[in-house]
């Protein structure tokens, strides 16, 4: 079973910056596509940024121009660079890894973003 951790997260000011890693117990070309996702209270889990194995990016355009997906693929390790940071994006952040037929996801970590 693959694992997938994520650390990184805390409490910063709004306009602070956090980067989240998301450490995979297996090569990260298990995943095709590797994501984060985030899920605040009272809101449906939804997705942040993914990035395929061939390293093609994908934002909501809630972060786009301020959030940045990026893979290690010798660490086997997926980060979110996340600049500008804004309290509406306070939320528990979780690491997902997909493929057809399975759909790994992370304990999650929170941010907390103060105004």
């Known amino acids: 079973q693959v694992q997938l951790v994520e650390s990184g997260g805390g409490l910063v000011q709004a306009g602070g910056s956090l980067r989240l890693s998301c450490a995979c117990s297996s090569s990260i070309f298990t995943f095709a596509i590797m994501g984060w996702y985030r899920q605040a209270p009272g809101n449906k889990r939804e997705s942040v940024a993914t990035?395929?194995?061939?390293?093609?990016?994908n934002y909501a355009g809630s972060v786009k121009g301020r959030f940045t997906i990026s893979r290690d693929n010798a660490k086997n390790t997926v980060y979110l660079e996340m600049n500008s940071l804004k309290p509406e994006d306070t939320a528990v952040y979780y690491c997902n890894g997909w493929r057809v037929g399975n759909d790994s996801w992370g304990q999650g970590t929170q941010v907390t973003v103060s105004s």
């Open positions: 990035i395929s194995s061939g390293g093609a990016t």
